[in-house]
């Protein structure tokens, strides 16, 4: 296993690893030592089944299954489909590819703990790759914000929603409505501002433009001020990691310590489609997961 750090404050590659073939117990917690320290690890020249996909996600813990059942696999529902491609007159998958920085599943009460995305088909333009994720680290921005500001948050709550954001979804893209039942799934949820990494302790800033919606107690107009510069700091271009990606990449990044973005720069007849399994939030105190199904 070869590990190469990104110029970035976060990121890495791992190559030399065959995900399709079982990992020991020390590769794996060598991966996860990797994962807690960069926040986002990309596997190169993967060649992975559906199953295979789920069984190396599931080292990292339970599966969520995700509120946006029409885009789910029928036959493997742990998988959410992202894709432009439309078959029969409807889209596939996922199709606004997240352009907006947000950490998935924010929005529950306990947030999901990583997710792992496998590139099936990039779109490609004369040579060049489209559809480039970026990334910005919420730990980074907790450890180099002033101490003044980390004061002023200290104890502070805010509120994540999804119904909002899937409503612009609707409005903009056209984006199938969710029902009175799916929506129920997904209530507001307060997380705090400042929240501590389930499994290292790690403080990390947890808003994102995406689903935070305003900070408890605090004026609306105050809040909505407070919010974008914090969502401004931690987008900050220097601190930024940008993936390029390739056809086999199998691309995980952590849902607490790292915020992400895709970038919508292709249109059909250029397809992109990945599969993404999410591994459900792991309770705080422990140092480390003790046993992996």
Not at 2 to 24: K, M, W, Y
Not at 124 to 130: A, Y
Not at 183 to 192: A, E, G
Request: with cysteine; hydrophobic share 40%; proline share 5%.
């Amino acid at each position: 296993m070869n590990v190469q750090h990104s110029a970035a404050p976060l990121g890495a590659e791992i190559t030399g690893l065959d995900l399709a073939q079982p990992l020991d117990e020390a590769s794996f917690r060598a991966i996860e030592d990797v994962f807690h320290d960069r926040g986002v690890v990309v596997f190169r020249d993967q060649q992975l089944t559906e199953d295979e996909h789920i069984a190396f996600s599931r080292r990292f813990g339970e599966l969520e299954i995700h509120v946006a059942k029409h885009y789910l696999k029928p036959s493997h529902p742990e998988i959410l489909v992202l894709s432009n491609v439309i078959e029969n007159g409807r889209h596939i998958g996922a199709h606004d590819a997240g352009q907006y920085w947000h950490s998935d599943l924010s929005f529950v009460a306990n947030p999901s703990r990583c997710s792992l995305l496998f590139a099936i088909e990039v779109p490609m333009r004369d040579g060049r790759v489209l559809g480039e994720t970026l990334f910005a680290g919420a730990a980074h921005a907790y450890d180099t914000l002033p101490d003044s500001v980390k004061v002023r948050l200290e104890g502070a709550r805010a509120i994540h929603r999804y119904a909002d954001r899937y409503k612009k979804l609707q409005e903009t893209i056209g984006r199938e409505p969710l029902s009175e039942g799916q929506l129920k799934k997904v209530p507001d949820v307060s997380h705090p501002v400042i929240r501590a990494h389930a499994v290292t302790g790690r403080k990390v800033l947890f808003v994102n433009e995406g689903f935070t919606v305003y900070v408890e107690g605090m004026p609306r107009a105050e809040s909505d001020s407070l919010l974008q510069e914090l969502f401004e700091y931690i987008a900050r271009p220097e601190a930024l990691y940008a993936h390029q990606w390739r056809q086999g990449d199998l691309l995980m990044w952590d849902n607490c310590l790292v915020q992400h973005r895709a970038v919508r720069n292709y249109e059909l007849p250029l397809r992109r489609l990945m599969h993404r399994t999410t591994v459900a939030g792991t309770r705080r105190g422990t140092a480390r997961l003790d046993s992996h199904p």
